[in-house]
């Protein structure tokens, strides 16, 4: 039997990693990659993502105007690559300064730091 505990404290963890995703992805893409070499970078940096997250987030950060892509066609068969282009970019600075400003105020919260 699964303990309740287990479960809700695993839905949340997976909100916590939801909300970092974007970050992370834009954090990859500053030299361009296709969907797997990005799944394979985020792995190795311990933030795994499933192809059924990933290449939907591509696609939606695409349609929001903060990456660019390109078929190429190298030592294999044709494979989409994206990049952050310059409103990605920014947001990635923008994006960056806030979770720092979060993880600092988290660390204070989670240390009982009461100023």
Known sequence: MVDAR???????ELELRRGAL?????????????????RQALLQRGMPIEEGTLYPLLR??????????EWRIEDGPPRRYYRVNDAGEALLVELTATWH?????????LQGDGT
């Not at 287990?6 to 949340?12: E, I, M, P």
């Not at 974007?22 to 797997?36: F, I, P």
């Not at 979060?102 to 204070?108: D, E, F």
């Open 60 to 69: 939606r950060l695409e349609s929001q105007g903060l990456l660019a892509s």
């Open 101 to 109: 400003a979060l993880v600092g105020t988290m660390a204070g919260l």
């Open 22 to 38: 974007v970050l992370a992805v834009l954090s990859q893409l500053q030299q361009a990659q296709y969907g797997y070499s990005l």
């Open 6 to 12: 287990d479960t809700t404290a695993a839905k949340l």
